[in-house]
């Protein structure tokens, strides 16, 4: 157990939907890590924050948009869903200033769009 | 652009040696990572090269060469529960900024009776 919580494991929505994704990281850790893994797919990074506030951005699509509340959990929120956003949806959290730089993963959110 | 090259699919047998390569190109480096991810399920770090040469963690070892933008993760005596995806990965960011990662595609190792 990582200590990274995710919510929901598993959602199943339709094409046009909009879902939101859930990740209290670790506690301590200031820094939360939001990835997308497509099937037989490596990890892509999709944004980072940081004590509430952005600090890295990777390939986001517009319709995908994120934010970390004041109690440091995060949400992944995903709109006007396609087939191809259906994958595993990680979110993993850092402590600030580990020399490994490790990121402690969640068990990740699985969305299917039909 | 940013990529990390791995072999996609490794076959070995238990007791023997395998290494996994990776071949990166980023923008920024600050360290190549490991991780082990086995059947979807939530990657796990295995080790971390800042400097070149070898890093030695029980069954697993680590090697890099900054200079040929180059890794390898090597596993020993291998056992069936090795079975799994493993991604190298490059730190693209370092201490209080970000510790985000680049993963490569990911190797998928395949360890056989």
């Known amino acids: 157990d990582s200590g990274v919580t995710q919510t929901p494991k598993h959602l199943i929505t339709a094409t046009g939907q909009r879902v939101t994704l859930r990740c209290s990281p670790r506690?301590?850790?200031?820094?939360v890590y939001w990835y997308q893994q497509s099937l037989d797919q490596g990890l892509q990074f999709l944004i980072q924050?940081?004590?509430?506030?952005?600090?890295a951005k990777g390939n986001i699509l517009e319709r995908f948009s994120a934010q970390q509340f004041p109690d440091l959990h995060s949400e992944l929120n995903l709109s006007s869903l396609e087939l191809g956003d259906s994958a595993l949806y990680f979110c993993a959290s850092s402590e600030q200033g580990a020399p490994t730089g490790e990121l402690f993963f969640g068990e990740g959110s699985r969305l299917t769009v039909l | 652009g940013q990529s990390l090259e791995q072999p996609s699919e490794v076959t070995a047998v238990e007791g023997a040696i395998v290494q996994i390569n990776c071949t990166y190109q980023t923008s920024g480096f600050y360290g190549l990572s490991w991780y082990q991810q086995h059947d979807g399920g939530a990657p796990t770090f295995l080790s971390y090269?800042?400097?070149?040469g070898l890093e030695e963690t029980g069954r697993f070892s680590s090697f890099l060469s900054r200079s040929d933008s180059y890794g390898y993760l090597l596993l020993q005596e291998l056992q069936m529960k090795d079975s799994a995806s493993y991604f190298c990965a490059v730190r693209d960011g370092y201490g209080g900024a970000t510790n985000k990662l680049i993963f490569g595609t990911g190797t998928l190792l395949a360890v056989q009776p």
């Open positions: 924050y940081y004590n509430g506030e952005e600090r």
């Open positions: 506690s301590g850790d200031l820094s």
């Open positions: 090269n800042a400097l070149d």
